[in-house]
């Protein structure tokens, strides 16, 4: 019935304005997917027929073969290994630091609330540049080493921001009476604000785990000479730039050989490392969006 | 410490008691805060190492840096390095770019992301919209090593856009896009738009929802199509996130990213690509001048630091608030 009401109501101008906009939507769903699908029926279609052109959403002589290519290298089996240890490692220690932090200064009654947030919000602003930094990590030991993926990006003030302002949103006559019942601040933070912050704990560890996951510059410049610390994106990174200076002729060079079947081009290895390094978000983050999005307008308007 | 060294110093003796209890005070309340003390001091520590003492890092602007050498052994020179790249053409092109790439950026950015807002927030299928919604945000959540891949795909000789351009004729013959320098300003604002359009919505649809439906309900009675309800509710609106945000990013302009101007760059198109970012890297790291690139670093930190305490006065002016 309401519906029926509605439907008289809408104007012809409606109806164009409609249609028009759905049209635009699509066609721009179709331009945000369509590189992203286009890399898929790559990667899954033979290598030699490739090079012949004209795939695009859908692979012409289906194979598994670039798959089996590409988890068969060694350099990239051990890329997809660093960077599955730096997201999660990276994730659960950066998301417990920032939270304590993050923890401390929602109290009101902190004695140095004001000058540590100071302290860390100054960091948004400024930073040391990109050779003093790179010094201080060579002072410090920590190039050639995992850690060098963890410890400088520990806490990011954007998140610690994006936390304190939820924390201090949590009623504060919890904490009172938890403290009235002995509690002191560890335990409130453990067993409290952490279980009533989930929320705000997904939005984070969605932001620090897709920047572990995609961080290929701090590879680049710490650990590009020690193979066992490389990552999946600082792989593609370097296939990207040789794929980009040979041109094209290497594929056809490629092609004409004899295992024609068996054969793997550098655009082929490029399409399948792209797929296995977007998979793993692009299964996580349409499950968090209510959340980030949350985050986003949270952290925004502080 | 200020409490302390003020103590020492003659004063009467009932101001010095009074201090001397208000320390006093001060520290009995820190050791009632022992935990929140443990919970913050390490990583206030932290903060200190790893963001504030690169700082002192700047001095090598300064001198011939020799990494071999200790401090007290390098050899100052002044402003030398500052001076050379302000006569160093390379530099001044790299300035160019950097300007002109924010400046592209930060126009195209801001109306796209707008102007999508406007229109997602028309869509009136819920399913519809969130589809569209979760979709637009896909490619912010790609790493930039991902969207240079893409992106070369799509540009490459035999890529779609080649294809596309060839079949409706705009083209007689395939270019090679990303080996021509005069484009790439142009795909760099793209990629840019392509990266970030549907995550910036998400703010812009955060002010829409704020405004008051009865407003469209009073629009609507009094004749107003859906364009001009767009026109003069939504857009008003959005007035303020608009002003805020559009001050936040012109104070940071120079910040133009170097991740997808280092990734798309190459030998072909580096004299509109390089920007202060990836100077700094060509420079420090692949031709270990440590000092010219950090003054090239300090030159763009203060040059940004300028914009933003400006872009911050001005909002505090426009009764906006400020961001700090």
Known sequence: ?302 | MQAQTKVNTPASPALQTDQVKGLKAFLKKCKSQKALLLMTVPFVIWVFVFKYLPIWGWTMAFQDFKPARAFSEQEWVGFKHFIFLFKDERFLGVLRNTLAQSMINLVLGFVTAIGLAVLINELTNVKFKRVVQTISYLPHFLSWVVAAALISSLLSIDGIINEILMALNIIDTKILWLGVGEYFWGILAASDIWKNVGWNTIIYLAAISMIDQEQYEAAKIDGASRLQRIRYVTIPGMKQVIVVLLIMNIGYIIEAGFEAQYLLGNGQNIEYSENIDVFVINYGISMFNFSLATAAGIFKTVISLIFLIAANSFSKKMGQGGLY
């Open chain 1, 1 to 302: 019935m309401s519906k029926k009401r509605k439907n008289l109501l809408r104007t012809r101008e409606d109806v164009i304005f409609d249609t028009c906009n759905i049209t635009f939507m699509i066609l721009l769903s179709v331009v945000m997917l369509y590189p992203f699908l286009n890399q898929i029926a790559l990667s899954l279609n033979s290598a030699t027929d490739s090079v012949k052109g004209g795939i695009y959403l859908w692979p012409r002589e289906f194979t598994w073969r670039n798959y089996e290519y590409v988890f068969s290298q060694a350099s990239i089996v051990q890329g997809i290994i660093v960077s599955v240890a730096r997201t999660l490692i990276g994730t659960a220690i950066g998301i417990l630091c920032t939270a304590m932090v993050a923890y401390a200064i929602a109290q009101e009654k902190f004695v140095f609330k004001k000058s540590i947030t100071i302290i860390f919000i100054m960091t948004m602003y400024f930073n040391g540049g990109l050779i003093p930094t790179y010094l201080l990590m060579r002072d410090l030991h920590l190039i050639g080493t995992f850690w060098v993926y963890i410890i400088p990006g520990l806490i990011s003030a954007f998140n610690l921001i994006i936390m304190r302002s939820f924390i201090e949103g949590i009623p504060k006559s919890i904490f009172e009476q938890a403290r009235i019942d002995g509690a002191g601040d560890f335990r409130v933070f453990f067993q409290i604000v952490l279980p009533l912050s989930l929320p705000v704990l997904a939005t984070v560890s969605l932001f620090v785990a897709v920047g572990q996951w995609n961080q290929w510059f701090d590879v680049f410049l710490y650990n590009s000479s020690n193979e066992s610390l490389t990552t999946l994106q600082y792989e593609l990174m370097k296939v990207l730039q040789n794929t980009a200076t040979s041109n094209g002729d290497w594929n056809s060079a490629q092609a004409s050989g004899e295992h024609a079947a068996n054969t793997v081009t550098p655009k082929s290895i490029q399409a399948t490392m792209t797929i296995v390094a977007s998979l793993p978000i692009i299964c996580v983050y349409p499950f968090l969006q209510k959340y980030f999005v949350k985050g986003m307008t949270l952290g925004a308007v502080k």
